[in-house]
């Protein structure tokens, strides 16, 4: 197992390098220093700016120092608005975000696995097909198509949901809706598929020989195999809903991350763009390391694997 | 085969009376003959997607977006990008079949120009996918050994990397336009394709008919492309349907953040962003259109792909 962990561990060092050095390439690719656009500064406010910012150094100290500065977690300040830097904004967005991806979560990991496990039970019946449409029509539909169209009936035309902001427990339903659908018709249809395999196994018709009652044996033995495939894709779906709450706070107007980030896209405030790729991937590639992590915890095959190999 | 009833034990096939053993026809040499027309693997699979109802219908609907795609801008007697202030947020009409938008330009025009720039990310997407996963997972796959398990680790890595983000990396230091869109994300789309080719290719290289293929000294780029390739084309073929409205998606959402195709050229992603103040004022016409065409689409690939799956499989061939 600690092999395992080991293993895992490199994997993610290497990948969150990886990531930071592609923004530090990036960044220096660009064309123009990010102090261009003033132009009214003389030469020597100029290299005092760029000494400040260190952009007089070579570009392997400079490297370092940005791997300083992403390792103490400081990723300097905001170009557009000179008054904050990205830790503020950081700060301020990013527990709102937080919040929004964990009711999206939650919502969709409870919804889709529930609409899997019926659809398994009711296999090639109603519930399954209409279940399966739903899976389908998920994933079809852009979140930001859904969530205008939430807008549209709940908020403009039925007037019962509060169209945007993020006040009050009201205003979180349809962004999370939204956001959910497409990760919940992800599980269903993946629970749906293991689970039908699962149903066949032995053991299940060993433990109705046993008269176990049906619910018992979906929950207690069924339904912790089905369940493995859902852990081992939760990394992609956090990057899915994470990447969907760009465009989710932008349009029901949320003050997250997601909307300061779609905000530096447009303004193009490098340092903004470059700290929150930075930031998010980092987030990313640890929840992704966990899920790992988890999944080498439930599934004993990688334990035996690990102790074979040392 | 054998009842329980049976008392004699059997050590080897030597062992078994003949009278075990009867004619399962009255006639031997009937059952040489082969009853059911010989099919290729082709036409047995396409024989089984045409039953599924669902995917047929996502196939002609594809086809006719195709052919829309080509012909739709073509006839319309509008300019995707012409602008023409006193027409704005006109409805669906005679002359405007599916209105005008903010700028009074031809909604209709602009859907099928979208539907273009959709489909042609989504193949594009797909193809170099294609080409450049099948040859890494191939190489991967039939090397073995060391070379698979570092470029395997390569993988692993690639993997981990937030795939929209890197994207929207690239974008915003390349600028946008269709060629950096769809260079972005073939950078790091290929990864799920060279995964399930490697997978196939590790399985099927062991075979015995490949074996019997090297013993005949065949060389290694004709096994590949003869034996190896051919039948690995099942999942390969299922995956590209599935990275169609995957890429889809993906210009739609960034060219909906502004990373995408610049209005006044039309996508759907931009269609949809520009339509998004309007539908508050009852204008619903210049988001269904788009909105519709962009889920139609996706849901068009996806049941495509899961018909392909099932059809594809040479296992659940009856």
């Not at chain 2, 009376?17 to 004619?23: A, H, I, L, S, Y």
């Amino acid at each position: 197992m600690l092999g395992y962990i080991l293993k895992r561990f490199a994997v993610m060092v290497v990948t969150l390098w990886i990531i930071i050095t592609l923004t530090f390439v990036l960044m220096v690719t660009l064309p123009g220093s990010p102090l261009n656009e003033e132009r009214t500064t003389n030469e020597t406010v100029q290299a005092n700016l760029e000494a400040h910012y260190n952009l007089d150094e070579p570009y392997y100290i400079q490297y370092l120092l940005y791997i300083k500065s992403i390792v103490t977690f400081d990723f300097g300040p905001s170009i557009k608005q000179p008054t904050e830097t990205v830790n503020d904004l950081l700060g301020r967005g990013f527990p709102i975000s937080f919040e929004l991806g964990m009711a999206t979560i939650i919502v969709a990991v409870i919804s889709g696995i529930i609409l899997g496990i019926f659809a398994a039970l009711k296999h090639n019946g109603i519930i399954d097909y209409l279940a399966m449409t739903i899976a389908v029509l998920g994933i079809s539909i852009p979140n930001f198509v859904l969530a205008t169209l939430l807008i549209q009936t709940l908020a403009v035309y039925w007037n019962i949901l509060p169209a945007a902001t993020w006040s009050s427990p009201v205003h979180m339903i349809m962004p999370t809706i939204a956001l959910a659908t497409g990760p919940m018709a992800i599980i269903a249809r993946l629970t749906r598929s293991t689970m039908l395999e699962v149903l066949t196994q032995d053991y299940i018709k060993m433990a109705r020989a046993k008269g176990l009652k049906p619910w018992k044996i979906i929950i207690k033995h069924a339904l912790k195999n089905a369940l493995m495939p859902v852990v081992t894709i939760m990394g992609t779906l956090l990057a899915g809903i994470l990447t969907g709450t760009f465009v989710i706070e932008q349009i029901f107007g949320i003050p997250g991350m997601g909307k300061y980030f779609v905000e530096s896209i447009n303004q193009r405030d490098y340092p903004v763009i470059m700290g929150t790729t930075v930031f998010y991937s980092a987030f990313l590639i640890v929840m992704l390391f966990l899920v790992d992590i988890a999944y080498g915890f439930l599934d004993p095959r990688i334990k035996l694997h690990t102790k074979g190999g040392d | 085969m054998t009842s329980s009833d049976q008392t004699k034990f059997v050590h080897s096939p030597a062992d078994i009376p003949d009278d075990w053993f009867k004619w399962k026809d009255k006639d031997p040499e009937a059952a040489e003959t082969v009853s059911r027309p010989s099919l290729s693997y082709w036409k047995d699979a396409w024989k089984r997607l045409k039953k599924n109802k669902l995917a047929m219908a996502g196939l002609v609907f594809l086809v006719i977006l195709g052919i829309l795609a080509v012909i739709g801008p073509i006839l319309s007697p509008y300019v995707v990008t012409d602008q023409n202030r006193p027409d704005q947020f006109l409805p669906p009409s005679i002359d405007h079949w599916f209105g005008t938008d903010s700028l009074g330009r031809d909604v209709f025009t602009r859907t099928w120009y979208g539907a273009r720039i959709s489909l042609f990310v989504g193949l594009m997407a797909a193809l170099i996918d294609f080409f450049v996963g099948v040859i890494y997972g191939g190489v991967s796959g039939y090397k073995g050994g060391r070379t698979d398990s570092l470029m395997m680790r390569i993988i692993e890595i690639l993997y981990g990397l937030p795939y929209l983000l890197v994207v929207i990396l690239l974008l915003v230091v390349m600028g946008p336009s269709l060629t950096t869109i769809i260079i972005a994300l073939s950078v790091t789309g290929w990864v799920g394709m060279a995964r399930i080719v490697r997978g196939q290719v590790l399985q099927i290289k062991n075979f015995e008919f490949v074996l019997a293929s090297k013993s005949f000294g065949t060389r290694t780029p004709r096994i590949i492309r003869k034996n190896l390739l051919p039948n690995t084309m099942g999942p390969i073929i299922v995956q590209m349907t599935l990275t169609v409205p995957n890429a889809i998606f993906a210009e739609a959402f960034l060219s909906f953040l502004g990373l995408g195709i610049q209005s006044p050229y039309a996508s759907w992603g931009v269609m949809a962003n520009d339509a998004l103040g309007a539908i508050l004022s009852g204008y619903w016409w210049t988001l269904f259109f788009p909105a519709f065409f962009i889920s139609f689409t996706m849901f068009a690939f996806n049941v495509l792909g899961d018909g392909l799956q099932d059809a594809l499989d040479p296992k659940l061939r009856k």
